[in-house]
């Protein structure tokens, strides 16, 4: 037995028992994208429900509930032709998210509900952000916040049950530090806003689940230490010789914390942004792109996971519920085999640091910047706008296979175990030596990633797993430069702006054309591994079906 209970087979890596652990999939608890409104399109529905199936999402979180184009909040009414008419008080109508939140539910997800952005009829500035014009302000009237609030999550719990809401999580804004796109007020003014939206949640029903603050990134300055930021403190950062060796902190989680420690308002999770980036202004006002190096993302969540156990909240859940390589919907590596690379290499390294790291996001239906140019366009997707599969829906599909037992750990990969059905699964990689441990930088052009698939060198996998019984079949899949590799080949085909649709169908068998083989056991019971991985290649593991 191991120390925690769970029945431990007679398995041996490499001639060694295992000691197995919990390996919690942190990937898969929860999966972001861009609005609400995108939620009752068709095409963003089919995908979703591929990508649940695939790969065994539990939440999703997105943008804009509260947007005018769900029409929750109204204090004026019409026909669209002249004037609206005043409402003598407010009317909540739920129609619009109904059809969003059934879909999702019906699914067996839940819906992890970031509450925002601010109705026209209630903000303070409107149109701050987005094509689609997001309201990110203070609101006019902080009852009328409350009474939108309330009676949202009191018609959720009317609708799907009060224990099925409890298992919701409810999250009070999104990035209120960027000034003014995401929000228009100072940081005492989100912290008040939090006051008044954990209360009111509160009242209806202690069991339900609150937090924030939601804020985007971690930076090593004092940027946000005020009210607003102040961009004359991050002229060093700018300037910096090695951007890795400064001191990168949570934004607002500290101030967060005391804030509400202070009036001792609950917080029962901690959420905030991790994209491993960062975009400093020099004294001369211009910006600097910066890229942190490799394990920035480790680095950030053991540091966040220290500070909330040393907090007032210790028992606080983590959700960082935006992650990626940048946070830019027009960087070209989104699509590429060296995103799958790195986003496998960090979710494998971070599995027990958060109770969940969102990606962002699972389709290129994106519209914060309108619709994307071309098919391949640096959308967040795991999927792009028609559907077809990038390299990094791959890497997901292979964690999700992993068990729940860790058997070895190893800098290249793992190998696991399923508690339930004792099946043995493994995922590798090579992301490669040439790098350094420098991170994926963004890149504005689908030529300009190219570069990178010269690194090398190849990566040689060879392991044992004993114990096994003999005559069990394992799968080998294996996304690499010539396999599975859509947006290269979209590029070989001259990158046209407008595929046909015999062009899309080759596209579309290009993306699932992974190199594939299976290994048999042999009668000693031992299957003996020995696999090379060329630069950049994500390989899984799994017995066959």
């Known amino acids: 037995m191991t120390s925690d209970g769970v029945s431990e087979p007679r398995l041996r890596i490499d001639g060694k028992p295992c000691d197995e652990s919990a390996f919690p999939h942190v990937w898969s608890r929860c999966i972001g994208a861009g609005r609400a409104n995108e939620a009752l399109r068709a095409d963003w529905q089919r995908q979703f429900a591929e990508v649940v199936d695939a790969c065994g999402f539990q939440y999703i979180r997105f943008h804009g509930v509260f947007h005018d184009d769900m029409f929750v909040y109204r204090e004026s009414y019409g026909g669209g032709f002249g004037e609206n008419a005043p409402l003598a008080s407010p009317v909540y109508t739920f129609g619009y998210v109904d059809k969003v939140f059934d879909f999702i539910v019906d699914r067996g997800v839940r819906p992890f509900v970031e509450l925002g952005f601010m109705p026209r009829e209630l903000a303070t500035v409107t149109e701050t952000v987005f094509w689609w014009g997001a309201h990110c302000s203070p609101p006019k009237d902080m009852a009328r916040w409350v009474e939108l609030v309330t009676r949202s999550v009191e018609h959720w719990i009317d609708r799907y049950g009060l224990d099925e809401v409890r298992q919701w999580r409810f999250e009070v804004w999104n990035e209120p530090n960027l000034v003014p796109h995401f929000w228009t007020g100072t940081k005492t003014e989100y912290f008040e806003l939090y006051e008044q ?60 914390i005391a804030w509400c420690a202070e009036r001792e308002l609950p917080i029962d999770f901690i959420s905030t942004h991790t994209y491993p980036t960062d975009f400093a202004f020099g004294a001369d006002g211009e910006a600097v ?25 210790p028992d606080a859940e983590i959700h960082i519920t935006e992650w990626s390589t940048s946070p830019s919907s027009r960087d070209f590596i989104h699509d590429t085999l060296f995103a799958a690379t790195f986003i496998t290499r960090s979710y494998l390294q971070c599995a027990t640091l958060a109770d969940s790291i969102s990606y962002w996001t699972f389709t290129d239906v994106f519209e914060e910047g309108g619709a994307g140019i071309g098919p391949f366009h640096g959308g967040f997707g795991l999927v792009n706008e028609s559907g077809i599969h990038k390299p990094t829906f791959h890497a997901f599909t292979m964690l999700e296979r992993l068990g ?7 800098s290249d990969g793992v190998v ?7 099946a043995v699964s493994a995922v590798f990689f090579n992301y490669p030596e040439d790098m350094a441990l420098r991170g994926v930088r963004s890149e504005n052009s689908y030529p300009a990633t190219r570069a990178l698939a010269e690194m090398g060198p190849s990566r040689r996998i060879r392991h044992s797993i004993g114990g096994l019984e003999p005559g069990t079949e394992f799968l080998v899949e294996i996304v690499d430069w010539e396999h599975g590799n859509a947006a290269e080949a979209w590029y070989r085909l001259g990158s046209p702006l407008n595929p046909s649709r015999a062009e899309s169908e080759y596209l579309s068998r290009v993306a699932d054309s ?6 048999t056991v042999p009668e000693t019971g031992v299957l003996d591994l020995d696999v090379e991985l060329a630069p950049w290649a994500v390989m899984s593991l799994r017995q066959s079906a």
Do not use: C
């Open 289 to 313: 792109q910066i890229t942190r190096y490799a394990d920035a993302t480790f680095d950030d969540l053991t540091l966040l996971r220290k500070l909330v156990s040393n907090s007032a909240y």
């Open 197 to 256: 939206t954990v209360t009111a949640i509160k009242r209806i029903d202690p069991g339900l689940k609150v937090g924030g603050p939601a804020t985007s990134v971690f930076v090593p300055d004092d940027r946000y230490k005020g009210e607003v930021e102040d961009r004359a403190a991050t002229h060093a950062t700018a300037g910096a010789a090695d951007v890795d060796a400064l001191d990168w902190r949570p934004v607002w989680v500290e101030d967060f």
């Open 404 to 410: 729940d037992r860790l058997l070895l750990s190893t």
């Open 416 to 422: 696991t175990r399923d508690s339930r059905t004792s």
């Open 514 to 519: 992974l190199l594939r083989f299976t290994l």
